[in-house]
Nanobody, 125 residues
Framework: QVQLVESGGGLVQAGGSLRLSCAAS????????MGWFRQAPGKEREFVAT???????YYADSVKGRFTISRDSAKNSVYLQMNSLKPEDTAVYYC???????????????????WGQGTQVTVSS
């Protein structure tokens, strides 16, 4: 069982930056693709970014050029650096891990079996 714990959310003004962290408690973390998703009030959960176990990366168009996903296998952690934040980035952000080992990037919710509790990001205008 993979347990994921996010941190780093908060309130920031438009144009500001935040760095989200996600710590995994399972030794096969380094073999799984990891992803960040977000869910705004009244909206469905949507894909933000993913990184494969070998470091391949894919972003949603809405965050490309502003957000950077990275991972540190030695620390069993994945990060999301968010720059040039906009009010429309306001959401609960979730870290997720795929059930599949040694797979590629994963952009669909159905590919992820393990989810963190979420961390709130609020961007004021």
């Amino acid at each position: 069982q993979v347990q994921l714990v996010e941190s780093g959310g908060g309130l920031v003004q438009a144009g500001g930056s935040l760095r989200l962290s996600c710590a995994a408690s399972e030794r096969t973390f380094s073999s799984r693709a990891m992803g960040w998703f977000r869910q705004a009030p009244g909206k469905e959960r949507e894909f933000v970014a993913t990184i494969s176990w070998v470091g391949s990366i894919y972003y949603a168009d809405s965050v490309k050029g502003r957000f950077t996903i990275s991972r540190d296998s030695a620390k069993n952690s994945v990060y999301l650096q968010m720059n040039s934040l906009k009010p429309e980035d306001t959401a609960v952000y979730y870290c997720a891990a795929t059930i599949r080992l040694h797979g590629g990037v994963a952009v669909n919710l159905g590919e992820y079996n393990y989810w963190g509790q979420g961390t709130q990001v609020t961007v004021s205008s």
